[in-house]
């Protein structure tokens, strides 16, 4: 497998980057249309982080690190190193000696579509992560991969520049061009929740703010009281037996 290592790529303002680490990945996706969503096999290694950051994206050989070496010298301050393979690999790719390293370089965190490993002391360092596996499995050097070229994870196509936000929820990615206008979309989506949490604490239901009982009557959906409900079902049960 040969490949190219991509230097300087185009990259969100970091500006924009941070105003979204302002909001979790749900809001995120919710205002761009619940879209952007990796698969929610990918979970945090710890609890209560969140990160946002640009993204160096990392096309390895399954069981084959060399290319995240290689993409440490194209990390800086701000970005978050997104690693996957050319078919599925669950081997800890990564752990705690390249935390160190990325970590020294300004990089926010990683997500790996792969296994990772030292768990326990990425939590100690305070370096965020997110992977497919925890997997003690370790690796080889030996077959050449890419570096900040588009990756596909779980459906999404992820470039290098591209804002990458996780969370306890899992991860979304907001192509570079949109990450103003996402921003300002999370912030109004925040505001819109904001004002429907006020209302649920003063009392008012779901089904009234939403609009939502006009959505049942004409799904047909009927409200009946205990004695109507166990009546119609007696009836239903004796006519299912002469039947």
């Known amino acids: 497998m040969s490949g190219v290592i991509v230097t300087n790529p185009p990259k969100a303002d970091l500006k924009d980057v941070d105003a979204l680490a302002g909001f979790g ?21 710890q609890q209560g982080v969140r990160v946002a950051g640009t993204a160096v994206t990392v ?6 690190n060399l290319m995240i070496h290689a993409a440490v010298e194209q990390c800086g301050e701000g ?31 990683v ?16 370096f965020a992560a997110w992977s497919r596996a925890v997997s003690s499995q370790g690796t080889v050097k030996a077959t050449g991969g890419s570096v900040n070229v588009p990756i596909a994870v779980d459906g999404q196509v992820i470039r290098p520049g591209d804002v990458v936000l996780a969370d306890d929820d899992g991860v979304v990615v907001v192509p570079r061009e949109r990450a ?5 979309r999370s912030k ?9 949490r006020a209302a649920f604490l ?6 009234d703010r939403y609009g939502l009982r006009e ?7 009927e409200y009946r009281t205990y004695e109507e409900y166990t009546t119609y079902e007696e009836r239903d049960e004796h006519e299912g037996e002469r039947s």
């Open 25 to 45: 990945v749900a809001t995120v996706s919710e205002a761009m249309g619940r879209t952007g969503l990796l698969g929610p096999q990918i979970r945090p290694v």
């Open 59 to 64: 096309l390895s050989w399954p069981g084959d």
């Open 79 to 109: 970005d978050v190193l997104v690693v996957t393979t050319t078919s599925p690999c669950a081997d800890g790719l990564f752990g705690e000696l390249f935390a160190t390293a990325l970590k020294q370089r300004g990089v926010r965190g």
């Open 111 to 126: 997500v790996m579509n792969t296994g990772i490993r030292d768990t326990q002391e990425l939590r100690e360092m305070g």
């Open 180 to 184: 103003r206008e996402t921003a300002e």
């Open 188 to 196: 109004a989506r925040e505001a819109k929740e904001a004002a429907t």
């Open 202 to 207: 003063d009392g008012q239901l779901g089904l």
């Open 215 to 221: 959505t049942l009557k004409r799904l047909g959906v």
